[in-house]
């Protein structure tokens, strides 16, 4: 059986099986190869269409005593009560879903919400789509920080940040 035959047969075998194991008919290399072609990942990651953001159960409330968590919130909560997070320092998180290191900053505050400190409000800014907030900041990379007082003026900006503690730490 010539190389092109077997290549083939494997396959079948595999697509009738429906398994990556190589069959008595077709050499393992040929299944081998063909196998490992089928579950091989894609080098680029698809990226999501919208960022996640904190679920509203998760939000603590804002009339919450100031030793309770932190806020972990969407920027549209952040603009609908600016001054409910006033006596906090306020976080513009810019990230984009299909940044890597945005990703492991916003995996690791959501798996420690209560880790947040009480006088922190990180809010989620999109990247993709706040040009604006971008604009207005300076932004040009995702995976920036800026605080902000209440009045909306920059206090600090900085980016690599992948925990709230470090977010906290980096606060003027």
Known sequence: MDARAAL????LVLGVAGCASPSADAPASSATAVASQE??????????AQTPTPAESEQPSSEAAPSGPGSYISLAEYDADTSAYASTDVVLF?????????REARDNIEADLAGI?????????????????????????????????AEGTELAKW???VTADQIAQNTV
Do not use: E
């Open 8 to 11: 083939l047969t494997a396959t």
């Open 117 to 149: 400190p009480s006088d922190l409000t990180i809010v989620v800014v999109d990247f993709d789509t706040a040009t604006d907030l971008r604009q207005k900041y300076g932004v040009t990379v995702q995976h920036t920080f800026v605080q902000i007082d």
């Open 39 to 48: 579950t091989t990942p894609s080098a680029t990651p698809t990226p999501t």
């Open 159 to 161: 980016s690599g940040s």
């Open 94 to 102: 810019f990230n984009a879903a299909w940044c890597s290191t945005c």
